[in-house]
């Protein structure tokens, strides 16, 4: 069978994408605890494990083509100087996240290949949560800061 070289960059630049978000959402973990914010702290290292097990399933998915998996285009971590500004940043880091596995998700289905689209739809339906997850931070947020004003 043909390689399908568009299949293999969406995989490539899905992976690019994961390794820049364990990058900064670890980064952004380690910010939280010197900040003294465990509560954050432990939402980003989850965060991590998250968007490890991406990660993993891309690479499961390349080395089956026979490409060997690496990310090559790191996008640099944002972390935030207040944890409005970390949820603001993570917001867009998710909804690319978002666009990319739409986008991907479509194109295999348009080649009629389920199996990649099953890879992809599982991935998106986490990020999705992510956003849900941002949504619920930045409300409750909000709530202290009412309470404090
Ligand atoms: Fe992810
Ligand atoms: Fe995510």
Same mark, same amino acid.
């Given at each position: 069978m043909a390689m399908d070289t568009r299949l293999i960059g969406y995989l490539t630049r899905a992976l690019d994408h994961e390794m820049a978000a364990v990058q900064q959402y670890m980064a952004q973990s380690r910010l939280c605890e010197l900040w003294s914010v465990a509560d954050y702290c432990a939402h980003f290292r989850q965060d991590v494990t998250e968007e490890l097990g991406h990660v993993e399933s891309l690479m499961d998915a390349l080395l089956r083509l026979g490409?060997?998996?690496?990310?090559?285009?790191?996008?640099?971590?944002?972390?935030g100087r207040s944890l409005e500004e970390?949820? %603001?940043?993570?917001?867009?880091?998710?909804? =690319? %996240?978002?666009?990319?596995?739409?986008?991907?998700?479509a194109y295999c289905t348009?080649?009629?290949?389920?199996?990649?689209?099953?890879?992809f739809d599982r991935i998106l339906r986490d990020e999705l949560q992510h956003l849900e =997850?941002?949504?619920?931070?930045?409300?409750s947020l909000r709530t202290k800061e009412k309470r404090y004003a």
């Open positions: 490409v060997s998996p690496h990310a090559t285009q790191l996008a640099p971590v944002r972390l970390m949820i %603001a940043i993570d917001r867009v880091l998710e909804i =690319e %996240a978002v666009r990319l596995y739409e986008e991907a998700a348009r080649v009629r290949d389920f199996a990649h689209h099953a890879v =997850e941002l949504d619920r931070m930045e409300a």
